[in-house]
Structures are given as C-alpha cells and as structure tokens.
C-alpha cells in the first residue's frame, strides 16, 4: 500500500527555519518525483515545488512566492523527502502536503500544519 | 504562469443530478497535462482525473473528464452523496504547475 507521512510542523516564529519531512513506504521511491502542496485555512490547493527523480536528473522547481526561501531535497537511501522552510512569513501559514508524483499527483500524505506566528 | 479559472465557484445539485465543472486556462496546456482532484472536509486532496480524460485507479466510472487546449471540463453522471465536496483542476504541462481556485459541489 503507497502510503505517505508527513512530519515536522509546528508552530514557529516569523523569520524562523522549520524542516519538514515526507516518508514514503510502499513503492519504489527512488523512482517517482515528489510534489509539495500547500492550503492555508480555509482557502485553496497552492502549489509549493517538486524535486524530480534521479532518473530526470534530481533537479528541483519552485513557485515564485517560495523561490530563494523553500528548498526541496530526497534522499532515496532512506525513502524520504524535505522541505526545508526558511525565512518563514506569517503567509507561509497551512498545511503542507506531500505529494507521489509521476506527472499527476496519485497520491498524498494527510499533511502537517505549518503556523507562522509571534 | 498558467491560471486556471473554475466555474462555477459552488454549484447546488441534489443526488442523482448531473454535475458540470469547468476549468479554464489562461494559455494551451501542453499534452493536455490537466488533472482534476477532490477534497473532502478534513482529508487530503484525491486524484480523479489525469491526462484530462484518463480516470485514476479505483475511480468510479461515472466521473468523466474532457476537453483540450484551454477549455476542460470534470463531468459527475449521477451525483452520488459522497460525492460533495470542493474539486480542484491542475494543469502540470508546463512550471509553475498550478491549480484552479476549486469548484465547491454542494446539496441542494
């Protein structure tokens, strides 16, 4: 069963770094890109970033509201994938999903929530 | 950037009724990389449709999708009650992949 995990939310201040992680079970992990989605309360589907597989060369794309602060990295060896947050913005506010991706995303993880505040 | 525009932005419909939802596109998307998914109250977003017409794997077979270029459209054949909920399209054709601002489905 293609299971997905997030981890790593919490509260934390403006200007703030968090990490968050996705572990992925039930497929071969190494083989699929991975989408990050957020969804701040209330509002729609935002889409953060993907890192692509190896196989594409590894290579990672961002949303212009994220590029320079949020980066996406994998390490397959462990089946798990980051989101690293940085310079956070009380904006940055939702849940943030993780994503399979092969071109569409097949399947998500339930989440964690991000809240930015003092 | 590519925006999507859903229409309309909630759509009263009782059970048993048919349901239309389109999504708009700003520009072509590229190999009509247009998916749809559903989100239900609570739960994480569920791919539906792919490739614009392609249902997902374990999808029932009244949800149909169509269209091409810049017009596509998620079509429900016999509204279900499960089946309310808020739909999202996305194309993924081209960076930044984006989303539509949804469609919310409810009971009239």
């Known amino acids: 069963e293609v299971q997905l995990v997030e981890s790593g939310g919490g509260l934390v201040q403006p200007g703030r770094s968090l990490r968050l992680s996705c572990t992925a079970s039930?497929?071969?992990?190494?083989?699929?890109?991975v989408t990050w989605v957020r969804q701040a309360p209330g509002k729609g589907l935002e889409w953060v970033g993907f890192?692509?597989?190896?196989?594409?060369?590894?290579?990672?794309e961002y949303a212009a509201s994220v590029k320079g602060r949020f980066t996406i990295s994998r390490d397959d060896s462990k089946s798990i994938a980051y989101l690293q947050l940085n310079s956070l913005r009380t904006e940055d506010t939702a849940v943030y999903y993780c994503?399979?991706?092969?071109?569409?995303?097949?399947?998500w993880g339930q989440g964690t929530l991000v809240t930015v505040s003092s | 950037e590519i925006v999507l525009t859903q229409s309309p932005g909630t759509l009263s419909l009782s059970p048993g009724e048919r349901a239309t939802l389109s999504c708009r596109a700003s520009?072509?998307?590229?190999?009509?990389?247009l998916a749809w998914y559903q989100q239900k109250p609570g739960q994480a977003p569920r791919l539906l449709i792919y490739?614009?017409?392609s249902r997902a794997t374990g999808i029932p077979d009244r949800f149909s999708g169509s269209g091409s270029g810049t017009d596509f459209t998620l079509t429900i054949s016999r509204l279900e009650p499960e089946d309310f909920a808020v739909y999202y399209c996305?194309?993924?054709?081209?960076?930044?992949?984006?989303f539509g601002q949804g469609t919310n489905l409810e009971i009239k």
């Open positions: 994503t399979r991706t092969r071109l569409q995303l097949d399947y």
């Open positions: 996305q194309q993924y054709g081209s960076s930044p992949r984006t």
């Open positions: 520009q072509s998307v590229s190999s009509n990389y």
């Open positions: 490739g614009a017409s």
């Open positions: 890192i692509r597989s190896k196989t594409y060369g590894g290579t990672a």
């Open positions: 039930g497929f071969t992990f190494g083989d699929y890109s």
